[in-house]
């Protein structure tokens, strides 16, 4: 079953792929469109969750996804036009590590897809190449909350504990001007939406030839997340301004 599928419906009850609710993501986008009227650019937008708050919170906003998923990004056109802030919104089927910006952004987002480009520094590094002077960032990762196993990082990736990954951020050359870290409730709430949401849509639809491995990989993440990384692995999404040119 094509991955890009499987996260589709896996998300299609919790559209922010990332463990944040609703109120963390209105709090945060809240903190970063001050003015209220700020060109806004999400490299991984999937079905522009994030852009789809920000346009209809903030009625002079303007914003951009980009994203290969062409069928996530059918769903952020359909919700823009149910929502009518489609005016308001360009979206660009595109490897995000590719783009290009004709004009930079106020607020350059990319909360939870920092694998696209490699990492945390790699994605800091390609943002600042569309941040306008004085622009601020949102980027969410993860982090250790404890010592990990060897069998968690090779399950989940080379990750830094808090404090060394906001020190690295800071030695790159930004400020964190606030943060936010997913609580133990957003995350529960994230994982049994993930893993729940992939295992009903496979038992309500078995005649589909991906049923089965819609249900083998609901049941893969449970196990993962509640013999693994549940409690051990933490989110952190920082709002962040250039501190040096």
Same mark, same amino acid.
């Given at each position: 079953?094509?991955?890009?599928?499987?996260?589709?419906?896996?998300?299609?009850? /919790?559209?922010?792929?990332?463990?944040?609710?609703?109120?963390?993501?209105?709090?945060?986008?809240?903190?970063?469109?001050?003015?209220?009227?700020?060109?806004?650019?999400?490299?991984?937008?999937?079905?522009?969750?994030?852009?789809?708050?920000?346009?209809?919170?903030?009625?002079?906003?303007?914003? *951009?996804?980009?994203?290969?998923?062409?069928?996530? #990004?059918?769903?952020?056109?359909?919700?823009?036009?149910?929502?009518?802030?489609?005016?308001?919104?360009? #979206?660009?089927?595109?490897?995000?590590?590719?783009?290009?910006?004709?004009?930079?952004?106020?607020?350059?987002? @990319?909360?939870?897809?920092?694998?696209?480009?490699?990492?945390?520094?790699?994605?800091?590094?390609?943002?600042?190449?569309?941040?306008?002077?004085? !622009?601020?960032?949102?980027?969410?990762?993860?982090?250790? *909350?404890?010592?990990? +196993?060897?069998?968690?990082? *090779?399950?989940?990736?080379?990750?830094?504990?808090?404090?060394?990954?906001?020190?690295?951020?800071?030695?790159?050359?930004?400020?964190?001007?606030?943060?936010?870290? @997913?609580?133990?409730?957003?995350?529960?709430?994230?994982?049994?939406?993930?893993? !729940?949401?992939?295992?009903?849509?496979?038992?309500?639809?078995?005649?589909?030839?991906?049923?089965?491995?819609?249900?083998?990989?609901?049941?893969?993440?449970?196990? *993962?997340?509640? /013999? !693994?990384?549940? !409690?051990?692995?933490?989110?952190?999404?920082?709002?962040?301004?250039? +501190?040096?040119?």
């Amino acid at each position: 079953m094509d991955r890009r599928r499987i996260s589709r419906i896996a998300h299609s009850d /919790h559209p922010v792929a990332a463990p944040l609710d609703d109120a963390s993501v209105r709090g945060l986008l809240d903190r970063a469109l001050r003015r209220g009227d700020e060109r806004v650019l999400d490299l991984g937008c999937g079905e522009g969750a994030w852009l789809l708050r920000a346009l209809a919170d903030h009625p002079k906003v303007t914003a *951009e996804g980009v994203d290969i998923d062409a069928a996530a #990004l059918d769903t952020a056109a359909r919700t823009a036009a149910a929502l009518d802030v489609a005016g308001r919104m360009v #979206l660009h089927e595109q490897d995000a590590r590719l783009h290009t910006s004709a004009s930079p952004f106020d607020l350059v987002l @990319s909360v939870g897809a920092t694998h696209a480009f490699g990492g945390l520094a790699a994605t800091l590094s390609a943002v600042r190449e569309h941040l306008a002077p004085g !622009g601020h960032v949102l980027v969410g990762d993860g982090f250790w *909350e404890e010592e990990p +196993t060897p069998a968690l990082v *090779e399950m989940l990736g080379d990750f830094d504990d808090l404090p060394t990954t906001v020190d690295r951020v800071v030695a790159d050359g930004w400020t964190p001007v606030y943060g936010h870290i @997913s609580t133990r409730q957003e995350w529960e709430a994230y994982e049994w939406s993930w893993t !729940g949401s992939l295992a009903a849509w496979a038992l309500d639809h078995p005649a589909d030839p991906d049923s089965g491995q819609a249900l083998d990989a609901a049941a893969r993440h449970r196990t *993962e997340w509640l /013999h !693994g990384y549940r !409690g051990t692995f933490g989110f952190v999404t920082l709002l962040l301004r250039r +501190t040096t040119a």
